[in-house]
């Protein structure tokens, strides 16, 4: 495992040993940010110009995989439990959603009427929302389900604010600091605030960071040179350093080792359970450190997870060929859910026309999920599917029974195959195995028709029949299955544009209420205006 640090360059140091392991640096200027993704794999680099790379640092040094090509970027952050989605925030006061496997932006959320630089962005514990921390000191609360500004976190206490971050398993609760010396946690769904620890440090808190183990435990750090020790559910500090150095930068990893970047270059390492000194101190930055981060515990990885050394050119050495997918209808699920029953689908059924539909339609998402009322949609277009395939059975039971072949109905009750019309949800399997039931019961059957035997020919003509109907119905099963698709698409859009229509009235509503309450106080006000004026007289 590794801790970064960067301030000119970025610089890896191994956690069991704390030596020197990599260094990578090509930009001129003090780096801005640094952060891993959560399954350990790339990290992160904004550059002091806005500029953001996806590093990798597998290999025997650090290499640059994707640059991401996007005008006056100024922060950026993985999304949790992976690294496929990166929220980017620029200059203007843009937030956007970049996709590293495509390589474009799946996601522009609209801007703030007073929209300045997005100077921190994160996402909350399970990707549903995500926090974009403005130079102004507002922080806009995106819902990443209904793509709209759900909520304007202010601070009546500063409006500069100099860390934000999401906790870790707590998707409501959001960390700010100030350069004031103020820590607040705020609570996203009430927007109240939950703890505020007022002038806590004597000048700007530089960073803020949650216990993986406890997640009661906050830590922050500030430039008079004092970490303070936290505990959210007590609402009080239980623990303070204070050292020789100017603090600009704080994280801590699951060995409750805490690292602390300096202004002179340092990098002081703590343990946790013991913080009368540190335990190590780096030397190797030469400049301010300007932020640290543990790379974290490396996680089990999905097939669905795709790499991003696949973006490699095919005569590059790191060319990595990605795992054998053997499922394209996963364009609905998110975070490698398993798919729906209700669905039930053979991965060989569907082939590359969903994934064309898909693209034609502009749909070829893998990060949304179904709700509810999509699985109620699903579940009724599913039983209007069955009762048309059960007119279709009969019709063609019909079309059958109208065949002229030289076998009699004696014959064919011998044979006693099954319908290939009845394959349940179209499943190309079902199809196989009945084919291959019906010709075993046709090399078993003694083809005896009155003391006759059938020959060769009709065979054959019964087998081709059979052949051509499967086909025909795997066919009906497509199309079956994109119609489906297409209801369930439309329904996720319609109950989209109803859930931004709520969220608009439910805006309506808080300011009409905070309008009535004041007008309900000034009323007040002046009920006792009147009452002292009549007490006078």
Same mark, same amino acid.
């Given at each position: ?6 301030? #000119? ?18 930009y ?6 640094i ?13 002091s ?12 040094e ?7 090509p ?11 439990d ?17 996709d ?7 996601k ?89 620890f ?23 750090s ?6 303070h ?11 303070t *350093?204070?050292?020789?150095?100017t ?7 699951l060995?409750?080792q805490?690292?602390?970047?300096t ?19 780096l ?20 097939? $669905? ?41 053979s ?46 059975q ?16 004696r014959? $064919?009750?011998n044979?006693?195959? *099954? #319908?290939?019309?009845? *394959? ?11 084919? #291959?039931?019906i ?32 086909a ?9 299955f ?35 309450v ?19 007289f």
């Open positions: 495992m590794y801790l970064s640090s960067i301030s #000119s360059r970025l610089l890896l140091y191994d956690t069991n040993t704390w030596d020197l392991k990599k260094s990578y640096g090509c001129d200027g003090i780096l801005r940010d952060s891993w993704s959560d399954d350990s794999k790339y990290i992160l680099q904004v550059n110009k806005g500029l953001v790379d996806v590093l990798s640092p597998a290999d025997h650090v290499r640059s995989l994707q640059h991401i996007l005008k006056d970027t100024w922060s950026a952050s993985f999304q949790r992976g690294h496929r989605n990166i929220a980017v925030g620029t200059k203007s006061g843009n937030v956007m959603i970049w590293t496997k495509n390589k474009t932006i799946t522009t959320f609209p801007t703030p009427s007073q929209a300045s630089c997005v100077n921190f962005v994160s996402y909350n514990a399970k990707n549903t929302s995500l926090a974009a921390t403005m130079l102004n000191g507002d922080t806009v609360i995106y819902g990443l389900v209904s793509n709209i500004p759900v909520m304007t976190v202010k601070l009546s206490c500063s409006k500069s604010i100099s860390a934000m971050k999401f906790h870790h398993d707590s998707r409501s609760l959001l960390g700010l600091a100030t350069d004031e010396g103020h820590v607040v946690l705020r609570d996203i769904t009430t927007n109240k605030d939950k703890n505020y007022e002038n806590i440090h004597a000048s700007p808190v530089s960073d803020i960071a949650f216990s993986l183990i406890n997640k009661d435990v906050l830590l922050s500030g430039y008079d040179k004092i970490m020790v936290y505990d959210i559910r007590l609402q009080n500090v239980v623990s *350093i204070r050292t020789s150095y603090l600009t930068s704080l994280a801590i990893n060995e409750n805490v690292a602390l970047g202004k002179n270059g340092y990098v002081l390492i703590y343990d946790l359970r013991d913080l009368t000194n540190p335990f190590k101190v030397r190797d930055h030469e400049t301010e450190v300007c932020k640290v981060a543990f790379q974290p515990l490396r996680k089990k990885t999905f097939s $669905a997870d795709v790499s991003l050394r696949e973006d490699f050119d095919a005569n590059s050495p790191l060319k990595i060929q990605s795992p054998v997918r053997t499922r394209t209808s996963d364009v609905f699920l998110i975070n490698d859910t398993p798919p729906k029953n209700n669905l039930d689908v991965g060989q059924v569907v082939d590359n026309k969903v994934d064309s539909f898909l693209v034609m339609m502009g749909l070829d998402k893998s990060n949304v999920d179904f709700d509810d009322d999509t699985k109620k949609s699903s579940e009724y277009e599913k039983n209007s599917d069955k009762h048309e395939m059960r007119y279709r009969l019709d063609a039971e019909k079309n059958i029974s109208k065949i002229s072949t030289p076998i009699t109905s014959t $064919a009750d044979l006693g195959f *099954i #319908s290939p019309i009845v *394959i349940p949800n179209g499943a190309m399997e079902d199809c196989r195995n009945s084919y #291959s039931n010709m075993s019961n046709i090399k078993q059957s003694n083809f005896n028709v009155e003391g006759g035997s059938v020959d060769s020919k009709t065979v054959e003509e019964l087998k081709d029949f059979i052949k051509l109907t499967l025909d119905v795997a066919d009906d099963n497509r199309n079956y994109l119609h489906i698709m297409m209801a369930l698409t439309k329904q996720k859009l319609f109950l989209e544009k109803q859930l931004s229509g709520m969220s608009e009235q439910i805006q309506n509503l808080i300011q009409n209420q905070n309008v009535l004041e007008t309900n106080r000034k009323l007040a006000l002046q009920i006792d205006q009147l009452k002292s004026q009549q007490n006078l």
